[in-house]
């Protein structure tokens, strides 16, 4: 593969250039500031007012009088209620507004949107490994699936002489994986929420960058065996194999077993059956197929007030794109669009869709009141540095992500993507485990828009960076892989920075560029969402 993306970097927007706000909605009582290092007292904004205070970047600036008890709209919607009289020219920060309440969830409009169709965006395609479910990999991985915690050791172990002895010797196959997690015993594995870790571990398994070579180590007692996790049928690719008289359905090494007579016999069976899998591996040959075959996970992390007006919009642009090339585009974070919602399901494509995104909110809503939390639990310190006063602004930032095609499936915590085209995928907002959960649905590219910044990567799929700011991918400039802030500082348009994106997407999913993340080989842990109690 070549070297890496490359960062675009042009000029940083500096403290001494020309005042600039962003205002996105004609209703906007407020803009934010978009310079460098923010503007100072007494600053004439271009056609609107002075400044009372010094603002700092990203953060918002009352452009009217705003009454105690008025709405402070941005997005066009309300983000809070001004708790006294806000002057024209103030710095509108946190302290200054009460969060409105969470939209409830009955009444919504359910497929009251049914704009017209995008056209159809043929010609685009990708090298991909084709698989013998029909799913397309960007990347040729051997991943050892473990049952349970207890073997991480000893899989992490074997992995490292896998990668040091037997790799090389198979240079069409990128990278051996373990999937370490935590869950597998010391677990309520029949409590009803169970489903949910287990059925993501099995469904990351899956994933279309391994190949349907699917190797379990298990420890032997844990509570989630082997045939629980995948049971006979749920892999399609092994079963052939059996079919034809090859081999076993599913391929255990469990270290419990009589024959395992000291540690390195059992590093030694580990590694004998890693062989077999990458010798296979290795056969595979990359092919020319539609970039209909992209499964793209979108998703943000310490976001700013930028990422809803530079990156998200990109991204969103994007997802229309591939949504046009027929691919499939999965939008999560639940806690993050759940102030969002009366958009999203009157986008659905029918009301059973909407209904099973009210489903996934209401079931959301009861697990943060179990802990005594609302969806305000979500936004950081950061965040707040960054400008965003509170989770309605930020959502309105997020969401944006889902471009404006019909929203056509929803998949619960760990399900599997079903259909082509825009899915609501049901995850919590952290990074890693949005990121675990989209890996189960079948994701074989990833984007992460980025304003704080974060190193954040995966080992199983390419991850795409993208920076809200043009200071963060100056500074960050062999961390981020496209720079949005350009659209900030005027140099580019939403839609030219979501084309770069797009193109970008069918480079390294043809492994023809690599990401940053995986340069440096960055990745973060897999984390496993367990609404389930543990013994
Ligand atoms: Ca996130």
Same mark, same amino acid.
């Given at each position: 593969?070549?070297?890496?993306?490359?960062?675009?970097?042009?000029?940083?927007?500096?403290?001494?250039?020309?005042?600039?706000?962003?205002?996105?909605?004609?209703?906007?009582?407020?803009?934010?500031?978009?310079?460098?290092?923010?503007?100072?007292?007494?600053?004439?904004?271009?056609?609107?007012?002075?400044?009372?205070?010094?603002?700092?970047?990203?953060?918002?600036?009352?452009?009217?009088?705003?009454?105690?008890?008025?709405?402070?709209?941005?997005?066009?919607?309300?983000?809070?209620?001004?708790?006294?009289?806000?002057?024209?020219?103030?710095?509108?920060?946190?302290?200054?507004?009460?969060?409105?309440?969470?939209?409830?969830?009955?009444?919504?409009?359910?497929?009251?949107?049914?704009?017209?169709?995008? %056209?159809?965006?043929?010609?685009?395609?990708?090298?991909?490994?084709?698989?013998?479910?029909?799913?397309?990999?960007?990347?040729?991985?051997?991943?050892?699936?473990?049952?349970?915690?207890?073997?991480?050791?000893?899989?992490?172990?074997?992995?490292?002489?896998?990668?040091?002895?037997?790799?090389?010797?198979? %240079?069409?196959?990128?990278?051996?994986?373990?999937?370490?997690?935590?869950?597998?015993?010391?677990?309520?594995?029949?409590?009803?929420?169970?489903?949910?870790?287990?059925?993501?571990?099995?469904?990351?398994?899956?994933?279309?960058?391994?190949?349907?070579?699917?190797?379990?180590?298990?420890?032997?007692?844990?509570?989630?065996? %082997?045939?629980?996790?995948?049971?006979?049928?749920?892999?399609?690719?092994?079963?052939?194999?059996?079919?034809?008289?090859?081999?076993?359905?599913?391929?255990?090494?469990?270290?419990?077993?009589?024959?395992?007579?000291?540690?390195?016999?059992?590093?030694?069976?580990?590694?004998?059956?890693?062989?077999?899998?990458?010798?296979?591996?290795?056969?595979?040959?990359?092919?020319?197929?539609?970039?209909?075959?992209?499964?793209?996970?979108?998703?943000?992390?310490?976001?700013?007030?930028?990422?809803?007006?530079?990156?998200?919009?990109?991204?969103?642009?994007?997802?229309?794109?591939?949504?046009?090339?027929?691919?499939?585009?999965?939008?999560?974070?639940?806690?993050?669009?759940?102030?969002?919602?009366?958009?999203?399901?009157?986008?659905?494509?029918?009301?059973?869709?909407?209904?099973?995104?009210?489903?996934?909110?209401?079931?959301?809503?009861?697990?943060?009141?179990?802990?005594?939390?609302?969806?305000?639990?979500?936004?950081?310190?950061?965040?707040?540095?960054?400008?965003?006063?509170?989770?309605?602004?930020?959502?309105?930032?997020?969401?944006?992500?889902?471009?404006?095609?019909?929203?056509?499936?929803?998949?619960?915590?760990?399900?599997?993507?079903?259909?082509?085209?825009?899915?609501?995928?049901?995850?919590?907002?952290?990074?890693?485990?949005?990121?675990?959960?989209?890996?189960?649905?079948?994701?074989?590219?990833?984007?992460?828009?980025?304003?704080?910044?974060?190193?954040?990567?995966?080992?199983?799929?390419?991850?795409?960076?993208?920076?809200?700011?043009?200071?963060?991918?100056?500074?960050?400039?062999?961390?981020?892989?496209?720079?949005?802030?350009?659209?900030?500082?005027?140099?580019?348009?939403?839609?030219?920075?979501?084309?770069?994106?797009?193109?970008?997407?069918?480079?390294?999913?043809?492994?023809?560029?690599?990401?940053?993340?995986?340069?440096?080989?960055?990745?973060?842990?897999?984390?496993?969402?367990?609404?389930?109690?543990?013994?």
């Amino acid at each position: 593969m070549s070297d890496p993306v490359t960062t675009a970097s042009s000029a940083a927007r500096s403290p001494a250039a020309p005042p600039l706000t962003l205002r996105m909605h004609a209703l906007d009582n407020v803009a934010i500031v978009a310079n460098d290092g923010g503007l100072p007292a007494g600053t004439a904004l271009p056609g609107g007012p002075v400044l009372r205070d010094r603002v700092p970047q990203g953060h918002k600036v009352a452009l009217v009088d705003i009454a105690a008890g008025a709405p402070v709209v941005r997005y066009g919607i309300p983000i809070g209620y001004a708790l006294r009289d806000i002057p024209d020219g103030s710095w509108v920060h946190e302290r200054l507004l009460r969060m409105p309440e969470a939209r409830g969830l009955d009444g919504l409009p359910k497929a009251t949107v049914q704009a017209a169709p995008l %056209p159809p965006l043929a010609g685009y395609t990708f090298e991909g490994y084709r698989n013998a479910d029909g799913s397309v990999g960007t990347r040729n991985i051997l991943a050892l699936t473990q049952t349970v915690q207890c073997v991480a050791g000893v899989t992490d172990f074997a992995v490292r002489r896998i990668k040091t002895e037997l790799l090389p010797r198979f %240079p069409n196959v990128d990278d051996v994986v373990a999937l370490e997690h935590d869950y597998g015993c010391g677990v309520a594995i029949d409590a009803p929420d169970a489903v949910v870790p287990i059925r993501t571990l099995r469904n990351i398994s899956l994933n279309p960058n391994f190949g349907g070579e699917v190797m379990v180590v298990s420890l032997g007692c844990e509570k989630l065996q %082997p045939e629980r996790l995948l049971p006979p049928g749920s892999f399609a690719i092994a079963d052939e194999r059996q079919a034809a008289g090859a081999e076993a359905a599913l391929d255990v090494v469990c270290l419990q077993d009589d024959a395992h007579v000291g540690f390195m016999s059992m590093v030694e069976s580990i590694m004998r059956q890693a062989e077999a899998h990458l010798a296979r591996l290795d056969a595979r040959r990359r092919e020319t197929v539609p970039a209909s075959e992209l499964v793209v996970g979108v998703q943000c992390g310490g976001s700013d007030a930028f990422s809803g007006v530079t990156a998200n919009p990109a991204v969103g642009f994007c997802t229309d794109l591939l949504v046009r090339a027929g691919a499939s585009v999965m939008f999560s974070e639940v806690t993050e669009v759940r102030d969002g919602i009366d958009q999203l399901t009157a986008r659905a494509t029918t009301p059973e869709v909407a209904e099973a995104m009210i489903r996934e909110m209401a079931w959301y809503d009861a697990y943060l009141g179990r802990g005594r939390v609302d969806r305000s639990a979500n936004t950081t310190p950061g965040n707040k540095a960054g400008g965003l006063s509170n989770i309605v602004e930020k959502a309105m930032g997020s969401i944006v992500k889902s471009g404006s095609a019909p929203i056509s499936n929803v998949l619960a915590p760990g399900e599997k993507l079903r259909a082509k085209g825009l899915t609501y995928a049901a995850t919590p907002a952290s990074d890693f485990i949005c990121g675990t959960l989209q890996l189960a649905a079948g994701m074989n590219l990833h984007v992460f828009t980025t304003g704080r910044g974060t190193p954040y990567g995966l080992a199983a799929v390419p991850v795409i960076k993208v920076a809200t700011r043009t200071d963060l991918a100056r500074r960050w400039h062999d961390l981020m892989d496209v720079n949005a802030g350009t659209i900030a500082d005027g140099d580019t348009t939403v839609e030219e920075v979501g084309w770069q994106l797009f193109r970008l997407m069918l480079d390294v999913a043809s492994g023809r560029k690599k990401t940053w993340a995986e340069h440096w080989k960055l990745h973060n842990a897999l984390v496993l969402f367990n609404p389930a109690p543990v013994t």
